[in-house]
């Protein structure tokens, strides 16, 4: 079975371009993460999305990222306009659908991410 | 504010010890804490979890304790051998079924021959 897929795995782009992250989740998972980790800190959530809506995007830095899951499968997150900031490695990740109880623990899924350096 | 401490010095051990790695949290009530193991160029890899109600917790040769008096957990790696090698990541779950984590800088060990 495949793991999480990202693409592309890295990124080198200019101050103020765009660039699309894309995230393919395990099949059948329904809970997807987005995490990010800048040069020597922590790797930091970004939001969570339960099929295509979004439950938690407390972690977005600002409005020039933008996430979608349109249709609940897979995920895109948009950098617009990158600043130098954003430089980083953007991890996704996905569960399958969250169980109350003693089986609340589900493994998350993390992709090996995408490697983004903004100059 | 929220914080996560993980020693921040790699940690070198000759093959054959027991590797014991230290997390500690402030200003946090979790209900889980997790282990992830990662290596250089890839995503984390998830190998445990322990639950707040939990003293210690084992998967072959590792070992997780949770103290949420003190607010600490150990983690330990048995008989390490130099594959071990990786930097590993604590990270804290709340409760309520809710999977968003929040990690720790994470420890890099370094196991010798």
């Known amino acids: 079975e495949a793991g999480v897929t990202q693409f592309p795995s890295h990124s080198v782009i200019e101050k103020g371009q765009t660039v699309t992250l894309r995230c393919d989740p395990i099949?059948?998972?329904?809970?997807l993460y987005w995490y990010r980790r800048v040069m020597g800190k922590e790797i930091k959530f970004l939001l969570h999305?339960?099929?295509?809506?979004?439950?938690?995007e407390s972690g977005m830095p600002n409005n020039r990222f933008l996430a979608e899951r349109t249709g609940g499968t897979y995920s895109t997150l948009k950098v617009q306009p990158a600043e130098l900031e954003d430089s980083g490695v953007y991890f996704c990740?996905?569960?399958?659908?969250?169980?109350?109880?003693?089986?609340?623990?589900?493994?998350?899924?993390f992709g090996e991410g995408s490697w983004l350096t903004v100059v | 504010s929220q914080k996560i401490e993980q020693n921040s010095e790699a940690l070198n051990i000759q093959e054959g010890k027991t590797a014991t790695l230290t997390c500690n949290y402030t200003n946090y009530s979790p209900a889980y804490l997790q282990w992830y193991r990662q290596d250089p160029g890839r995503g984390p890899v998830f190998l445990l979890l322990i639950r707040e109600n939990e003293k210690e917790k084992r998967k072959e040769r590792l070992k997780v304790t949770f103290d949420t008096t003190l607010k600490q957990s150990l983690f330990h790696i048995t008989a390490s051998q130099p594959a071990d090698s990786a930097t590993y990541l604590c990270?804290?779950?709340?409760?309520?079924?809710?999977?968003?984590?929040?990690f720790g800088t994470g420890t890099k060990l370094q196991v010798i021959p």
């Open positions: 990740a996905s569960s399958q659908v969250i169980l109350r109880g003693p089986s609340s623990g589900n493994t998350i899924y």
């Open positions: 999305f339960v099929k295509e809506s979004k439950q938690d």
């Open positions: 990270a804290l779950r709340l409760a309520g079924g809710y999977q968003k984590v929040t």
């Open positions: 099949s059948g998972h329904d809970n």
